[in-house]
């Protein structure tokens, strides 16, 4: 068990329609690791993402958690398993409130019965947070809703956490605080796989960046070196 | 986190001394009124606008709380309502068995119902539970064995107070539904807020994103469709008692509209909004009941306007206003519009000091 990573994807195929947008892409995260992937748009990190959480239904390939493979079950099921999918836009429910939004990131696994010790720690996390908890999350400001979105993941404890773009949109002093929340997340034990155009932000609590162009894997390494790599530096990813 | 609230508190945060004691008032003010009315035509009209109102709150949860587009709540209304009348006729069964048996039916229908709609959303859901309905009052009508009683309907059903005199069944009968009420009203406040509450309205605005939260929407949309035709067969068999028969007429598209209009004008998915807007069209429909034509193009209207101009209904407009004018005195300078926050808004937490 303990060699084998916590998040395994192999040969994994994934599109929507007849469009394949996933080809043979392969990654692997150990437990407690950060693993950035970076590309630019509509390359398939979105898609990547909902293929691991389930939201779509991969085609071929695995995806394996804790060295179980989990393709082609449902999101409901998957998500039991530990798996919390946080997608662009903060995926929070726009009528609900705040804590009512939070305690979504209490069904399963048990979750539910030490709700309230949950939402007493991401309130003192997060006092903006607390601050709005009977607001309707629509009324929130972005960088609020994804404090919101970072904290219904941490409902539940030992998490492989799904982040899709976390600074999109943002102006940078909500970006740092959101990067600063994600530290948080990987300093309490979860394993993470984040998604960015960039490397801009990514530098402080990337274990692995791996760079995603149309589908796939083209590069992987640590932040230091590919930062460093002029060829990748310049194609992908702009100005460091 | 040392002070644990207690359960009760708990299941109603939305509660305050306030609130309970202006609840309570209005429901003893409720139970009161069948001493000052005399008059035993009033008297069924309150009865059958109450049981009517069972029906509301039990299709509200389904249909706003649950956002399901469910418009066979009627047909189960209605198989509530014969099972519990045909329990009665050919039976010994005590009536208040009778009673929990209807809505045992109800729920029964309501989750055989709940199994097709799974993979259905929006307008598709109300084609196939309108269908539904259209098909069980299609059955009811062309039974050749005499069991419903075809168009005519059940025959004199001895009801849930026998022999009792008409003023006295009559107030039994308000007391009794009225408590249904109350109950319903409360379990439906405490399930709101509730797991399963929470679940549901998430299910309702995103079901991918709630799927993905752990959330099953098989389990989920099976306990509400059982507890909402739970409620709706005892309301179904509530009718049958009190008007000792029931006929196919209590199916079909016209009790149908005025039921969704109580539902809308009053305010879909809010707790109260059934009172108010079951209340509101029955005072409405009394006033009308000598102009049977226009009765129907008034209450359209009635729909017309709340759609376009309250879309949330008279609860949305009220909390909008209360909401308005309680910012009004908390701030002197009036910057920002509060008004797109129809919760509690805490006036002080500035948007300066928030997050961007």
């Known amino acids: 068990m303990s060699d084998s990573p916590r998040l395994r994807v192999a040969g994994l195929r994934a599109g929507y329609g007849d469009s394949t947008v996933i080809r043979d892409l392969n990654l692997d995260v150990g437990a407690g690791e950060v693993a950035v992937v970076v590309g630019p748009n509509g390359h398939g990190k979105t898609t990547l993402l909902r293929a691991i959480s389930g939201l779509l239904k991969p085609t071929g390939g695995q995806v394996e958690l804790d060295g179980t493979d989990?393709?082609?079950?449902?999101?409901?099921?998957?998500?039991?398993?530990?798996?919390?999918?946080?997608?662009?836009?903060?995926?929070?429910?726009?009528?609900?409130?705040?804590?009512?939004?939070?305690?979504m990131g209490a069904f399963g696994g048990g979750a539910w019965r030490s709700r309230r010790t949950e939402l007493a720690k991401i309130y003192d996390r997060f006092p903006v947070v607390a601050a709005r908890a009977h607001q309707r999350a629509r009324t929130l400001s972005g960088g609020e809703r994804r404090l919101v979105g970072l904290g219904r993941a941490l409902m539940r404890t030992s998490q492989i956490m799904l982040i899709d773009e976390p600074s999109l949109g943002l102006a940078p002093v909500a970006i740092d605080t959101v990067y600063e929340a994600i530290g948080d997340l990987k300093s309490g034990g979860a394993t993470i796989v984040l998604v960015e155009e960039n490397f801009t932000h990514v530098g402080q609590i990337a274990d692995s960046?791996?760079?995603?162009?149309?589908?796939?894997?083209?590069?992987?390494?640590?932040?230091?070196?590919?930062?460093?790599?002029?060829?990748?530096?310049?194609?992908?990813?702009g100005s460091v | 986190m040392s002070e644990r609230p207690s359960k009760f508190a708990t299941a109603f945060p939305d509660m305050t001394a306030g609130r309970w004691a202006i609840s309570?008032?209005?429901?003893?003010?409720?139970?009161?009124?069948?001493v000052v009315v005399s008059?035993?035509?009033?008297?069924?009209?309150?009865?059958?606008?109450?049981?009517?109102?069972?029906?509301?709150i039990s299709w509200n949860f389904v249909l706003g709380i649950a956002g399901v587009w469910n418009f066979g709540q009627l047909a189960i209304y209605a198989l509530g309502g014969y099972g519990a009348g045909i329990l009665m006729l050919h039976t010994s069964l005590s009536p208040w068995l009778a009673l929990l048996a209807g809505g045992v039916v109800g729920a029964v229908a309501a989750i055989l119902l709940a199994f097709p709609t799974l993979r259905l959303y929006g307008i598709y859901t109300s084609l196939l539970t309108f269908a539904f309905a259209e098909v069980i009052?299609?059955?009811?009508?062309?039974?050749?064995?005499?069991?419903t009683g075809g168009s005519f309907g059940l025959p004199i059903v001895r009801g849930l107070f026998g022999t009792a005199s008409i003023a006295s069944a009559n107030r039994s009968y308000y007391w009794t539904v009225l408590a249904v009420v109350v109950l319903a009203t409360l379990a439906v406040a405490a399930v709101s807020r509730s797991s399963l509450g929470i679940a549901l309205r998430g299910l309702r605005d995103a079901p991918a994103y709630a799927a993905a939260r752990g959330v099953s929407p098989l389990k989920f949309r099976l306990i509400a469709f059982a507890l909402s035709g739970f409620l709706a067969g005892i309301a179904g068999a509530l009718y049958v008692s009190f008007n000792q028969s029931i006929d196919p007429g209590v199916m079909g598209l016209t009790p149908m509209s005025i039921d969704v209009t109580m539902l809308v004008i009053g305010g879909m998915g809010t707790i109260t909004g059934p009172i108010i807007g079951t209340a509101?069209?029955?005072?409405v429909q009394t006033a009308l009941v000598s102009h049977p034509g226009a009765e129907l193009t008034i209450l359209g209207v009635f729909l017309l306007v709340v759609v376009v101009f309250v879309p949330g209904g008279i609860v949305g407009l009220v909390s909008r206003y209360r909401k308005r004018i309680s910012t009004w005195?908390?701030?002197?300078?009036?910057?920002?519009?509060?008004?797109?926050?129809?919760?509690?808004?805490?006036?002080?937490?500035?948007?300066?000091q928030s997050v961007a």
């Open chain 2, 137 to 147: 009052q299609y059955v009811i009508l062309n039974d050749g064995s005499g069991l």
């Open chain 2, 24 to 34: 309570g008032v209005l429901i003893v003010i409720a139970a009161l009124v069948p």
């Open chain 2, 329 to 352: 005195v908390a701030e002197d300078d009036s910057g920002g519009d509060p008004a797109e926050n129809d919760d509690d808004v805490q006036p002080e937490g500035s948007t300066e």
């Open chain 2, 280 to 283: 509101l069209l029955a005072i």
């Open chain 1, 70 to 103: 989990v393709v082609g079950q449902s999101a409901e099921r998957i998500s039991g398993l530990g798996l919390v999918h946080v997608p662009q836009g903060d995926g929070l429910f726009p009528e609900m409130t705040v804590e009512e939004n939070l305690l």
């Open chain 1, 209 to 237: 960046v791996h760079v995603l162009e149309t589908g796939t894997i083209v590069a992987s390494g640590s932040y230091a070196e590919l930062s460093v790599d002029p060829t990748i530096v310049q194609t992908y990813l």
């Open chain 2, 39 to 56: 008059n035993e035509y009033a008297m069924t009209v309150l009865v059958t606008t109450l049981i009517l109102l069972v029906l509301n």
